[in-house]
């Protein structure tokens, strides 16, 4: 998951801490002991944190406040002016294919689905799915990548469209 949040701290501050590295956008920051990272994007008083590899929101408060008072031991005060929420959620899932990618992507355009396959450039269909606001990247292997959702609750809905897949592929197997 993905979560984003606002922090109110003084930048040359920060700057001067070993435990960041400056990255094209700002500073980043490997949480000790975990996969979670943080990039910290913005110069002014008021910094956008990202932070990757949470599993919950709630998750990435308590993330936060662990490194508000790192900062804290540090003499640097800081002050949680936007708390952490969902911006993305990446998934993986596995299907069965029965069908070629290009077969199963000419059926899905002709049936006026958003799709894009162009193997030269990427090994994969991309099937942009409006009704839950996110995309399905399909692997000859059956992987599917999903992306863009917000919420779990969506969870359902999606795997009825990858049931869907599954056995368009089967259907036009035969």
Do not use: W
């Not at 993305?88 to 299907?95: D, Q, S, T, V």
């Not at 162009?118 to 990548?145: H, K, W, Y």
Request: aromatic letters at 6%; glycine letters at 4%.
């Amino acid at each position: 998951m993905v979560h984003q949040a606002t922090i109110r701290v003084d930048t040359l501050s920060l700057r001067q801490l070993e435990m960041f590295s400056p990255n094209t956008s700002g500073l980043s920051y490997s949480v000790p002991n975990s996969n979670i990272k943080l990039n910290i994007i913005g110069d002014n008083k008021e910094r956008m944190i990202q932070l990757f590899g949470c599993k919950s929101t709630e998750e990435a408060d308590e993330i936060l406040n662990r490194l508000r008072e790192r900062l804290s031991q540090s003499g640097i005060s800081s002050i949680v002016v936007e708390s952490p929420s969902t911006i993305n959620i990446a998934a993986r899932a596995n299907i069965d294919l029965y069908s070629s990618l290009e077969d199963l992507f000419e059926f899905l355009q002709e049936q006026g689905h958003n799709v894009e396959y162009e193997p030269e450039q990427f090994p994969a269909i991309i099937l942009r799915v409006e009704d839950v606001e996110c995309t399905c990247t399909i692997f000859n292997s059956g992987t599917v990548m999903i992306q863009g959702i917000k919420t779990t609750d969506l969870f359902p809905d999606i795997e009825e469209i990858l049931s869907e897949v599954e056995s368009i592929s089967r259907d036009i197997s035969n």
